[in-house]
């Protein structure tokens, strides 16, 4: 029997299978395009973009941790309009369709983006994320206030007609909260988890790093809180967090998530999101499942 994967992530946004790229951990896809056939993922999601271009923070940006990693890349990117004039037009003529991840540090900025972003040949969809400090909220994450997470995603809805993901932050008390911020707001689907709030630090200089934990240590978390927004929203979810197999795929799905998105698992691996996918194939026949929406709510 032939394996149904598509998924609808957004009214008019399908996807060919459930397996994505993370932001920020596959650039713009072209540098991945000597490793594997991108074309076959169910879709993309490239680095955080906003209105400027950004240098980002200085090096060290990343730390390795037990079962993960730290990063503080600060948003490192070309802008708005360099990705417009460059990588779309490279984008429209893939299959793969490419949601923008963007990042601002107003509610306007996301706005703008959005509009920037409406109607631009190559972009299928923007992706949200409010884990950016608010600088007019004496820079507390957008993310971690329901309030404002409702703001922005008000404020991209009304800027675009394209399908609008939001990213929730993990770093709050009761994720269900801006969950339901994020659906009143108009988000078509929400993605989670982003990083984790985390530091390290070395005994022998006392020297401290800070920044966001990613990898197979957060997996639990992001299980667990994908598990609870899907008990809280209406709109489809997509689990991200620590995924690194087919295995690990199949459990987010599981617990009720519509697509999963690979992460740091590409750093050690280029071609994880193909394995992530080829895994997930091997697991519905190993479980007889013959599509994928039987695994989907399939633990809950
Ligand atoms: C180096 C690095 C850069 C990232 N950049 C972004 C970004 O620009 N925008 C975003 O929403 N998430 C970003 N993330 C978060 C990932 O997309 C993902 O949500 C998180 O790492 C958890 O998934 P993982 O454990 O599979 O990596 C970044 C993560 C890493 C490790």
Request: overall charge negative.
């Amino acid at each position: 029997m032939p394996t149904t994967l598509s998924v609808t992530i957004a009214p008019n946004l399908v996807l060919c299978n459930p397996v994505m790229s993370a932001s920020g951990t596959f650039a713009y896809g072209v540098e991945y395009e000597p490793f594997f056939d991108i074309q076959r993922l169910g879709a993309m999601v490239c680095k955080g973009t906003t209105l400027e271009p950004r240098d980002g923070n200085p090096q060290p940006r990343t730390v390795e941790t037990a079962g993960g990693m730290l990063n503080s890349i600060g948003l490192q990117n070309m802008g708005v309009d360099r990705l417009v004039a460059d990588m779309a037009p490279i984008w429209a003529g893939w299959r793969l369709p490419v949601l923008v991840n963007i990042a601002g540090e107003r509610v306007e900025d996301y706005a703008r983006l959005a509009r920037r972003l409406d109607g631009v040949a190559g972009v299928a969809g923007i992706e949200v994320n409010i884990s950016c400090p608010n600088v007019s909220k004496g820079s507390m994450e957008f993310g971690t206030s329901a309030s404002a997470t409702q703001e922005v995603l008000r404020g991209v809805r009304g800027a675009t007609s394209l399908p609008v993901v939001a990213k929730l932050s993990p770093n709050v008390t009761d994720i269900t909260e801006t969950a339901r911020a994020a659906e009143a707001g108009g988000a078509d689907a929400i993605s989670l988890i982003n990083t984790i709030a985390g530091m390290d630090i070395d005994a022998g200089s006392g020297r401290v790093y800070m920044g966001g934990l990613s990898g197979p240590a957060v997996k639990p978390v992001a299980l667990r809180m994908v598990y609870r927004v899907v008990g809280a929203v209406q709109v489809p979810v997509i689990g991200c967090g620590g995924i690194a197999t087919g295995r690990d795929a199949a459990e987010f799905l599981m617990v009720g998530a519509t697509a999963v998105q690979v992460g740091t698992a590409n750093f050690a691996n280029p071609h994880a999101c193909l394995d992530v996918l080829e895994g997930l194939v091997a697991f519905m026949e190993e479980s007889g499942a013959e599509d994928v929406s039987q695994l989907m709510g399939a633990a809950r």
